[in-house]
């Protein structure tokens, strides 16, 4: 193990579901229950009638721990509400987040591994690790569907105070959706390119006096446009009970369970891109060689994504007083995932050109089998309390907690046996239509399990109409342990000794614990009761383990229990103001995060390392979400992304000192009318500018991805009070884009052609 310092210490469902959709209830609330209270959990009553135009703005988040309306919240926050993301028929949570600038998944994994699932990067920083429902971390590497979600909050900058340990640059929570009291029932279903078949459920029924049932279904048999044989199939069902509604005592509890039998996608390889020259001096026809298909699938008939999820929530909230409330969370939750994935590494030994002047006889290599047999669970207890104190000239609205968790990740090691492989693929035209690799568990595994207790305070102080302070501190208390067993002999691994080659030995068999304080201060002036100025600054902390509960002996690791937490520190100014008679909420922030505790290699020892790197992301960030007239809705971000590595070496290929991963500027827009013989029409916009890859010591491959715009449009007609059809259209001019690059740049993911898709929608 090389020796690591810091400045501290050295260191099947193909049928089709009919769909539901509750229709908008009624916005009036029990005058017992207190504003911190979520809006969905208190609204008595549902409401089914057609509404004349969009509205996308959401007031509050869900959390308590979240004391005021976004208005007077010193922070950049997105919310997305259920009706963007039905208009955009956006059915994934990395689609939802489109509305969100500069959020998305523009990461496809490292050499020859593949990233699967909502690999989000936020800000220049890998934010997969930093996702929640309901306020309780969701574990896991796979795609969310939003079938059951009631909208989605994207917390930028450093959310340690809320979460605990989280990414340096932000979180997201899925808020899911809850009984109310009413019955409302509708259904969609939903047909389009790549044969995507799609439908959803969502039935609300109240019984007796203040209980309802809800229930959430989904299924999907799906293609993907613009790609061959990858496929997203799945179902899933969400039942939920309330007991209490409209009472000072309520009771939520629910269930979700999903199941996905998918293709993932490898990504296609880089040959032919801008950028792109011959890796093999001895072949210098390469830097003039086609590009492949986008079409084309390099997997076998063997790949598949197996994801099993579970997650049972139970949800008590007390009203002591109009002043006083209580909630409490207890959660289990279970996500199980069987993959293997045909994955590739574009290199010139894997690459053969048999005749220089016939692409159609140049074969790639099938040689990079990639699996993955792993579990994750998590059980927790939260318990918030919220209290209003009026203290003469001062009010204080506090919210205090404590938080016990315990979360578990297991995985088995799978690999291809004796030797066994795929054939090779043809470069222009593979054929997916093959099998016959051998491949089973090697013994070898990991378990990893961390113990979190936490206790957090916020408080915002009212000194009058004009001024506000909002303060909250938070510590976590963490232990992680984690055993592994390797196979020896391979790459990488010990040496076998006086062991046959390919014996399991012990791996890692670590422990770290420790304490993470996290704080926040933000000030708040109202110069006027629609707006507001406010300055912030915030820290966050994740520790080694933090992201997967993985714990390494690698020194250039970040997972080695021998360091600090990497530690980040975001500086916010801002105004936020309601306009338009309260229609839209308008924002803009200058932000300044700082990441420190990073790894640098000490220039004479490459096997000694310092924490002493930093990395800062810089920018603005402006928003636009409400109506501006009644029929006339919007909403749209712009951010620019400044990074550096401050102190560190170059994390580009390019050498340039820039994060990899981050688009300097991006926009995105969404905006609908309502036309006065009913019918809506609406359109959205994305730009991300260029981005930078990883460094490594792949050879010839592209640096940088370019910049694009994409255009979507939606049409949408009631052709009576229970029945509409709504068309969608993605892409709207065919734009040939690169999505998602990996470390290397031997693979991207295309961008998604030109596609359409119709939807049903039925409401009772």
């Not at 579901?17 to 009624?26: D, F, S, V, Y």
């Not at 489109?98 to 989000?120: C, H, K, L």
């Not at 204080?396 to 907690?401: D, F, I, P």
Request: aromatic share 8%; charged share 15%; with cysteine.
């Amino acid at each position: 193990m090389a020796f690591i310092k810091s400045r501290k210490h050295a260191a099947p469902a193909t049928a089709l579901l009919t769909g539901l959709a509750l229709a908008h209830p009624a916005a009036a609330a029990d005058a017992t229950s207190p504003q911190v209270v979520t809006d969905a959990k208190t609204l008595p009553g549902v409401k089914v009638e057609a509404t004349a135009g969009s509205d996308y703005r959401v007031d509050k988040v869900s959390s308590p721990k979240f004391t005021q309306p976004l208005l007077d919240t010193p922070q950049t926050i997105t919310v997305i509400g259920k009706e963007l993301i039905q208009e955009q028929g956006a059915t994934t949570l990395t689609e939802a987040l489109r509305n969100s600038p500069g959020v998305g998944t523009f990461y496809v994994g490292e050499n020859g591994s593949t990233n699967t699932g909502d690999a989000i990067y936020m800000r220049g920083f890998d934010t997969s690790g930093s996702i929640f429902v309901d306020g309780v971390r969701d574990l896991g590497s796979i795609s969310r569907d939003v079938f059951n979600i009631e909208q989605v909050e994207v917390t930028k900058g450093p959310d340690g105070t809320e979460y605990g340990r989280t990414a340096p640059t932000g979180a997201v929570n899925m808020v899911s959706k809850q009984p109310q009291l009413g019955r409302g029932v509708s259904a969609s279903v939903s047909y389009g390119s790549g044969e995507r078949k799609r439908a959803t459920a969502d039935w609300n029924q109240q019984f007796g006096g203040s209980a309802a049932f809800r229930l959430n279904v989904v299924g999907q048999d799906s293609g993907v446009a613009g790609r061959d044989e990858v496929k997203n199939d799945h179902w899933g069902v969400a039942p939920a009970l309330a007991f209490g509604l409209g009472t000072p005592t309520r009771v939520y509890l629910d269930y979700l369970h999903v199941k996905q039998t998918n293709v993932p996608d490898g990504g296609v390889p880089t040959i032919g891109l801008p950028g792109y020259t011959s890796p093999d001096p001895a072949r210098p026809f390469l830097d003039h060689a086609p590009k492949v298909d986008s079409d084309n699938f390099y997997g076998t008939g063997q790949d598949h994504d197996h994801v099993t999820a579970d997650m049972f929530t139970a949800i008590v909230e007390h009203d002591f007083s109009p002043d006083v409330a209580l909630h409490n969370t207890t959660r289990w939750g279970r996500t199980t995932q069987d993959y293997l994935l045909t994955s590739f590494m574009f290199s010139a030994a894997n690459l053969k050109t048999p005749d220089p002047a016939d692409p159609s006889t140049w074969t790639m290599a099938r040689s990079n089998p990639n699996f993955k047999h792993q579990a994750n669970r998590i059980l927790t207890n939260q318990t918030n309390v919220t209290a209003t104190i009026e203290s003469g000239a001062v009010t204080q609205n506090l919210s205090a907690g404590v938080e016990l968790t315990q979360e578990k990740a297991t995985a088995a090691g799978i690999a291809a046996l004796n030797g066994s492989t795929w054939p090779a693929a043809s470069l222009y035209h593979p054929d997916p239509h093959v099998g016959g690799l051998v491949y089973g568990p090697t013994g070898a595994g990991t378990a990893g399990k961390t113990n979190t207790a936490a206790a957090y305070l916020f408080d915002t102080l009212k000194f009058g109409e004009r001024w506000q302070v909002n303060a909250g501190a938070r510590l976590d208390h963490y232990t992680t342990d984690f055993k592994s067993t390797v196979v020896c002999g391979g790459r990488g691994a010990p040496a076998c000794g006086s062991l046959p080659n390919g014996s399991v030995v012990p791996g890692v068999d670590a422990r770290k614990t420790g304490n993470l304080p996290n704080y926040k201060l933000g000030v708040v002036y109202k110069p006027t009761a629609n707006g507001s100025l406010y300055a912030n600054f915030a820290q966050s902390q994740q520790p080694p383990g933090g992201n997967t509960l993985t714990l390494s002996s690698s020194a250039n690791s970040l997972d080695n229990p021998n360091l600090d937490p990497e530690k980040a520190r975001t500086f916010e100014l801002g105004t936020k103001w309601d306009l338009l008679g309260s229609k839209l909420l308008l924002t803009g922030a200058l932000y300044r995060t700082t990441v420190s505790n990073e790894l640098v290699q000490d220039a004479t020892d490459p096997n000694t390392y310092y924490q002493i790197g930093k990395k800062r992301v810089q920018g603005v960030e402006i928003t636009a979400v409400g109506k501006l007239t009644d029929d006339w809705a919007v909403s749209a971000g712009f951010t620019t992304m400044d990074t550096k590595v401050v102190t560190g070496a170059a994390v580009t290929k390019d050498g340039s000192s820039v994060l990899a991963y981050t688009p300097k500027n991006a926009f995105t827009a969404w905006t609908t009318y309502h036309l006065p013989f009913g019918l809506t029409v609406g359109g959205g916009a994305r730009y991300s500018g260029e981005m930078k890859r990883g460094t490594d010591g792949a050879v010839g491959t592209p640096a940088y991805t370019d910049a694009y715009w994409v255009f979507d449009a939606m049409a949408s007609y009631p052709v009576n009070p229970h029945f509409d059809l709504q068309l969608n259209v993605y892409n709207l001019f065919d734009k040939d884009y690169v999505a998602a690059i990996n470390k290397s740049g031997y693979r991207y993911t295309p961008g998604a052609p030109r596609s359409a898709m119709l939807t049903a929608n039925i409401r009772f």
